[in-house]
């Protein structure tokens, strides 16, 4: 437990020195990866695979995810969409995710139950692979920010 505690603060430390912080900044274009294609590959499988837990993510050099758009979505904008969730996911998991939730009970029921997740940063990550299954006009997207020795 001690060794992941670690780890992880290992992790943290990296991405502030590697990423830097946002400081409310707004990010540009370029440093969210967003000029350069991706490698289009011929199958979702051929992605490369995630890398999410403080193993793989030691063993890969790099944090990776993948990120699927909803279906039936023409080809840009299916990969745009699971562009946006791929730089969602890697912020959740190198910032962290904020809940906030708030309930309103009238007369001893839930009358109202509202949940936000937030998520704030700045990150520079790069596009590792992208796929559009036309059958099912879903987009894959990889993008991966990776950790510097």
Do not use: W
Request: charged share 25%; proline share 3%; net charge positive.
């Amino acid at each position: 437990m001690k060794k992941l505690v670690l780890l992880g603060m290992g992790i943290a430390l990296l991405t502030i020195i590697s990423f830097g912080c946002g400081g409310g900044k707004t990010a540009r274009i370029d440093d969210i990866g967003l000029t350069n294609s991706p490698t289009t590959v011929k199958s979702a499988d051929d992605l490369p695979k995630m890398a999410t837990t403080p193993a793989e993510i030691k063993k890969a050099g790099a944090i990776r995810v993948i990120a699927e758009s909803a279906n039936g979505q023409n080809q840009y904008d299916a990969l745009t969409a699971a562009r946006g969730v791929a730089q969602k996911k890697l912020l959740d998991i190198i910032n962290g995710v904020k809940v906030n939730a708030n309930t309103l009970i009238a007369k001893g029921e839930l009358t109202e139950e509202t949940i936000k997740i937030i998520t704030e940063g700045h990150i520079k990550a790069f596009d590792c692979g992208a796929y559009y299954d036309r059958s099912s006009r879903t987009g894959y997207y990889c993008m991966e920010a990776p950790l510097r020795h």
